[in-house]
């Protein structure tokens, strides 16, 4: 959906700014807070490699470094990434979001790997190729194509380092034309070959394991429970430490499974994609869905002066987001004036009927062996064109679920007044669609009545928490089941 242009800094960047700055580069770095991990990263003039803050290396001499709000600002600079703390693995820069809806918007789209044409971009943004070329130089220091390159470049060196694909299907994945491209990034961008990297042996295994990264605290258990209490029989499944689904991916069934890994502050995941050109795309969804790319510091910051009693808040709170805005809106409107545990039952009995079945999982690696069953969210096309009568809800909800799913046929992207359009659908399903569809960081529920008892029993300013007062509502949440 488009996004307004607004290219003044936001109090977010402000905070942020606020935070470094009351405890210095110098002092995080030599700290190495793993809380700063992703928000600025060291380069070594000595050695020309620049680093995460957490890097385990010997600490170099203050005159010596050089600080980087992004990565690809280091690489710009003729800096390599270093070989044992990974920037290519750290949390997404929460910097980008201090400078503009539209360049976030912009430097999103730019990441997206396979990548696209710069002229392309520049016309979904409803911007001319030349403005966007503008933006993101004043951005980050480099036009939006090289930009692209360094980021297919810092994903293809997180698949030769982390998996064992084979350097054909990396290349590939990436984006790459041949493996003389890939070779090429490499030396350009990393300083190294594809060879050198890969130390280890290859090893035959199914699928793809990686590492996602966050930055702490992170509350798992939340997380968990809230993932478990909405999951979908068949299509999900949580565990103690893991979470697992089946998804659609442009046409092809793929199943994700994420182990909590406390100790190096991070998810283990392993994938299973029939198409690998999907795979970025997929890892950067699986990152929204655990809400890997927050940053717990700020979020903190602005709940308390909301009114909030830091004695209150729940460390490290997350938002866990649906799978896709479509499921969100199929999810809110069966969801209306129903419990949580009834709403599940009816949107589990629409997966069961609608979506993709599959006769047997992908593998063995922790599935439920006693269920041969697995099952995709239904499309759009299969929800408008049926008439939902083996749902056990009003009849207006069911038309209202169709004409919602008829929105987004053909992979359309309808605007919120379409949405609001529908007959049944207000402004609190809308908000939470925004909510955990589009992963908005700031929406305040303010029309869910235990929001409203929450905030009479502890009186907040909302406007105070933006832009976090999604966070604001979920830590309302928390605080009515203590």
Not at 377 to 403: G, Q, W, Y
Request: some cysteine.
């Amino acid at each position: 959906m488009p996004m307004p242009d607004n290219l003044s800094v936001p109090e977010t960047a402000a905070s942020e700014d606020a935070i470094l700055a009351e405890s210095g580069y110098s002092k995080a770095r030599l700290s190495r807070d793993p809380r700063f991990d992703g928000l600025f990263f060291v380069a070594v003039k000595t050695t020309g490699i620049f680093c995460r803050p957490i890097c385990p290396a010997r600490l170099p001499k203050e005159e010596n470094v050089t600080y980087f709000q992004h990565a690809t600002q280091a690489m710009a600079q003729g800096y390599r990434p270093c070989f044992r703390c990974r920037p290519d693995s750290a949390p997404r820069s929460a910097a980008w979001k201090g400078v503009g809806a539209t360049i976030h918007r912009a430097l999103s789209l730019l990441s997206i790997i396979p990548i696209e044409r710069v002229a392309d971009i520049a016309s979904r943004l409803g911007i001319s190729e030349r403005y966007l070329n503008k933006l993101i130089v004043n951005a980050v220091g480099i036009p939006p194509k090289q930009f692209q390159n360094m980021q297919r470049a810092l994903f293809a060196k997180q698949l030769i380092q982390e998996t064992h694909l084979s350097m054909t299907d990396i290349a590939l994945t990436a984006g790459y034309q041949s493996l003389r491209q890939l070779q090429r990034a490499m030396e350009q961008y990393c300083a190294t070959t594809p060879t050198q990297l890969r130390k280890k042996e290859p090893v035959e295994q199914r699928g793809i394991v990686l590492c996602l990264s966050y930055r702490p605290p992170y509350n798992w258990p939340y997380v968990r429970d809230f993932l478990a209490a909405r999951a979908i029989d068949g299509m999900e499944r949580v565990t103690e430490e893991s979470y697992e689904r089946y998804f659609s991916c442009r046409g092809s069934v793929g199943f994700f499974k994420v182990v909590h890994d406390d100790v190096r502050h991070g998810f283990k995941l392993h994938i299973e994609l029939p198409d690998l050109g999907n795979l970025h795309t997929t890892i950067e969804n699986i990152k929204q869905v655990l809400d890997l790319h927050a940053d717990p510091l700020l979020i903190q910051q602005s709940l308390v002066q909301s009114g909030l009693p830091l004695t209150k808040l729940t460390p490290g709170l997350r938002l866990p987001s649906a799978w896709s805005v479509f499921e969100s809106g199929c999810r809110a409107i069966v969801g209306q004036q129903v419990s949580v545990k009834a709403a599940i039952g009816q949107v589990t009995l629409l997966v069961h009927k609608l979506g993709e079945k599959r006769a047997k999982p992908f593998s063995s690696n922790g599935h439920d062996a006693e269920t041969d069953e697995r099952y995709t969210f239904p499309t759009p096309e299969d929800v408008a064109d049926n008439s939902l009568e083996f749902l056990r809800m009003p009849l207006a909800r069911k038309e209202a679920l169709r004409s919602f799913a008829q929105l987004f046929v053909g992979d359309s992207a309808p605007t919120h007044n379409d949405i609001l359009a529908i007959k049944g659908v207000g402004p609190w399903t809308l908000d939470y669609l925004k909510m955990r569809g589009e992963r908005n960081p700031d929406i305040y529920l303010e029309g869910d009545l235990i929001v409203r008892k929450m905030a009479q029993q502890y009186p907040v300013e909302p406007e105070k928490a933006a832009p976090w007062r999604s966070y604001l509502t979920l830590q309302l949440w928390q605080l009515s089941s203590q």
